[in-house]
């Protein structure tokens, strides 16, 4: 009678085991949802999903951001599912390192700054605090009829069941054992020695976006029109528009108003000239006839 009670009660462990394996496979996926911005803005569905989302630091904060958002967020948190996903969640090692990468990521700066430095969160709230439809909300989440049962069949429920059997489950400690080689648990590891890590949170805290709305202007230069011209573009000088540094004439029209144009006197041909040696012109023209030019020369007559 011994052997045949001793085999009785190892396949009753087996088929615990084995249940509660099965049921840890169902509630408990491989891996944690995906840090994306389009996932972010999106409200989850349901309790399970709504505790998915208390894991990730860069998505927590919006609960408290929006009264809009605290509202459902609050409606899945007084629903047992939403207890009984966070526990088994709670004893998968993959959720709590994918907490940790994301407690390090840059964006998490970014969730969580807006609750301190945001006024438009202030104003949502005191908006919700002055609107009689806000309090309705609330009150209706525990006065529900629906809500009581699923409370008071908790004790039955499969889910809680598999919750509590989870403790004589042979995977669960199987998976602890591995954390260390977690995919979650080594980029945890190598995060913190990874410099762009560091260059992100900076980045984070110089991003004017990163403290709210109301602050995404800030330090930002929008763009200008052209404004129209006052003077008319100055023309182009007898030596040419570039600034000759070597040449005094230059130097004189440096400073001739912008709005003005002068007619510079050029002196007739035959008139002599002297010799300026700060003047790059006068150089140029040392083999030149002083007195004039030279005159091109006559046609022979025909008799």
Do not use: C, H
């Amino acid at each position: 009678m011994k052997p045949r009670s001793e085999f009785r009660s190892f396949f009753v462990a087996v088929a615990i085991g084995w249940g509660s394996m099965s049921a840890l496979a169902e509630d408990a996926p491989s891996a944690p949802p995906a840090l994306d911005s389009q996932a972010a803005a999106a409200i989850p569905a349901g309790a399970e999903n709504w505790a998915k989302m208390m894991w990730d630091f860069t998505r927590n904060p919006d609960v408290m951001k929006d009264p809009k958002v605290f509202l459902p967020w609050m409606s899945a948190a007084t629903e047992p599912a939403f207890y009984t996903a966070l526990g088994m969640q709670m004893l998968d090692p993959t959720y709590w390192g994918f907490m940790a990468n994301s407690m390090m990521d840059p964006r998490a700066y970014s969730a969580w700054m807006p609750l301190m430095s945001d006024p438009n969160v202030y104003m949502k709230w005191m908006a919700a605090s002055a609107d009689p439809n806000f309090y309705t909300a609330v009150l209706t989440q525990f006065s529900d009829p629906g809500k009581m049962m699923r409370w008071l069949m908790a004790p039955v429920d499969p889910k809680v069941w598999g919750l509590v059997m989870q403790s004589i489950n042979p995977a669960v400690y199987l998976k602890w054992m591995m954390a260390p080689l977690d995919q979650q648990w080594l980029k945890a590891m190598i995060t913190p020695m990874t410099p762009n890590v560091y260059i992100g949170w900076l980045g984070a805290m110089m991003n004017p976006a990163s403290y709210g709305e109301a602050w995404k202007a800030f330090l930002t230069t929008p763009t200008q029109p052209i404004a129209p011209l006052i003077y008319p573009a100055p023309t182009a000088t007898p030596t040419g528009t570039m600034f000759n540094p070597f040449d005094p004439n230059s130097w004189t029209q440096a400073f001739t108003l912008p709005g003005t144009t002068s007619t510079p006197t050029v002196a007739p041909a035959t008139t002599p000239y002297g010799f300026n040696p700060f003047d790059p012109n006068t150089w140029a023209q040392i083999l030149q006839v002083p007195y004039g030019t030279p005159t091109a020369p006559s046609a022979p007559s025909v008799r």
